[in-house]
């Protein structure tokens, strides 16, 4: 079964750093997303990604976020200046999007992050 | 905007019995999709079953299977034969036909009693 991969599965980083979350999506599938999950709380839709660009992002989706497909492989989710309130679990997900076909929405295993 | 309901907190079932876990959505478009995901404690998410909004026919896997009812905007997932293994959060979650963002409901906990 396709994976899409994440790295790295768990960063602790202080108050103010940037971090650089990496996943590299299921290679023909159109649409990338991140979500973030704080321990026992619901999953939040962070952004979504088509075509190069965001196709939509939620409130959480601040200036201090950003994403790239640096190389039509790699998707990065950067967050500039953490907050403690930004630790939680981060996951991307990669949907196949064809029209009429099988839609298969499939997550990586998640980077946790914890800020201190 | 579409929104996803599940309206069960948590659940238990005995080991062997089946379980069936509620959700129900929201959306005015006709071409979507919609899944259930298992997050164990390792907090991974899994998918356990998709279903095609134009498909009557109810979705399979296993011992997992839906009941979609279109009109009714219900989508609810059978755990037959339940198994420890099967112990985790459960979530259910939609999206439109041609991408957009999934959205997903609140999360079931599922408990299996030996």
């Known amino acids: 079964e396709p994976e899409v991969t994440q790295t790295p599965s768990h960063q602790v980083t202080q108050m103010g750093q940037e971090v650089i979350l990496r996943c590299v999506p299921i290679s023909n599938h159109l649409y990338f997303y991140w979500y973030r999950q704080i321990l026992g709380q619901k999953v939040e839709f962070l952004v979504s990604?088509?075509?190069?660009?965001?196709?939509?992002k939620s409130e959480i989706f601040d200036d201090q976020f950003s994403v790239e497909r640096p190389d039509g492989s790699n998707f990065t989710l950067k967050i500039r200046s953490t907050k403690l309130e930004d630790s939680a679990m981060y996951f991307c997900a990669s949907l196949s999007g064809s029209l009429r076909r099988n839609t298969e929405a499939f997550f990586g295993q998640g980077t946790r992050l914890t800020v201190v | 905007a579409q929104t996803v309901t599940q309206s069960q907190p948590e659940m238990s079932v005995q080991e062997a019995e089946t379980v069936t876990l509620s959700c129900t959505y929201d959306t005015s478009e006709s071409d979507y999709y919609l899944f259930w995901y298992k997050q164990p404690p390792s907090r991974q998410m899994i998918l356990v079953i998709r279903q095609e909004a134009y498909k009557q026919q109810n979705a399979t896997e296993n011992r997992f299977s839906v009941n979609f009812q279109k009109a009714a905007k219900s989508f609810s997932l059978k755990i037959s034969d339940s198994q420890l293994g099967d112990a985790a959060m459960y979530f259910c979650?939609?999206?439109?036909?041609?991408?957009?963002?999934?959205?997903f409901g609140q999360g079931t906990e599922l408990s299996v009693k030996p």
């Open positions: 979650a939609y999206v439109r036909n041609q991408g957009g963002k999934l959205i």
């Open positions: 990604f088509y075509n190069n660009e965001i196709s939509e």
